[in-house]
């Protein structure tokens, strides 16, 4: 079985200030993880993805994020937010040779001027 | 555009009514998916197909009829909706089974009368 935890479902930073957006999850296999990002009245853009190469994963826009294995975490940061950045923000889980993507619940992200 | 289109954008249906969702993809990819997403909660698989045979059915009601002819096209089938299946729904393609994650359209938005 596998599952994902966003531990915030809304976060809110000052424009220029870091962002980060916390996940854990759970997972038998080794996973595949991904960071997506939704605008409002859009689809899911692909910001980053881990697939067992290196654990720093650089993404678009200036994200990033680091796969821990021994905490199980997949935390997405930015060091300088921007008022496009104002999104909501889903961590993924892929088990290794399954179709299937677990979703996170999300978390909201407004910046504030 | 992400090369994955989805029409229409928005649809507004009678619960007798017909009508289906149109999703398009000229990336090569084998596999396609529909997911809904109701507000506040998870994305939800609805179907899967892989080289134009549904491989997951996960437990959808039969008022939603998935349809696959080639592998650059996916419908959704949709008959005596409900009210509560207002939501968006969005089909994504990938070219492996999902290792290196989705790609997503931007989403039929339906609201049902």
């Known amino acids: 079985a596998q599952s994902v935890t966003q531990l915030d479902s809304h976060v809110s930073v000052s424009e220029g200030t870091p962002v980060l957006l916390r996940c854990n999850y759970s997972?038998?296999?080794?996973?595949?993880l991904f960071w997506y990002v939704q605008h409002p009245n859009k689809g899911l853009q692909l910001l980053l993805k881990y697939t067992s190469a290196a654990t720093l994963v650089k993404g678009i826009n200036g994200f990033e994020a680091e796969f821990k294995k021994s905490e199980t975490s997949f935390h997405l940061t930015k060091p300088s937010a921007h008022m496009s950045d104002a999104a909501e923000y889903f961590c993924?889980?892929?088990?290794?040779?399954?179709?299937?993507?677990?979703f996170g619940a999300g978390t909201t992200v407004t910046v504030r001027a | 555009e992400t090369g994955v289109t989805q029409t229409p954008r928005h649809l507004v249906m009678g619960m007798t009514n017909k009508k289906s969702l149109k999703c398009e993809q000229h990336l090569g990819h084998n596999a396609m998916y529909w997911y809904k997403q109701s507000a506040k909660k998870p994305l939800e698989l609805m179907f899967v197909y892989s080289l134009e045979e549904r491989v997951e059915n996960n437990s959808v009601p039969s008022r939603f009829s998935p349809e696959c002819p080639n592998s650059s096209h996916l419908f959704l089938h949709l008959h005596t909706l409900q009210p509560e299946d207002s939501a968006l729904y969005l089909c994504?393609?990938?070219?492996?089974?999902?290792?290196?994650?989705?790609?997503f359209g931007s989403g039929t938005r339906l609201t049902v009368v």
């Open positions: 997972s038998s296999y080794s996973p595949s």
């Open positions: 993924v889980v892929r088990r290794s040779n399954d179709y299937k993507l677990s």
């Open positions: 994504a393609s990938s070219p492996d089974g999902g290792h290196y994650g989705y790609t």
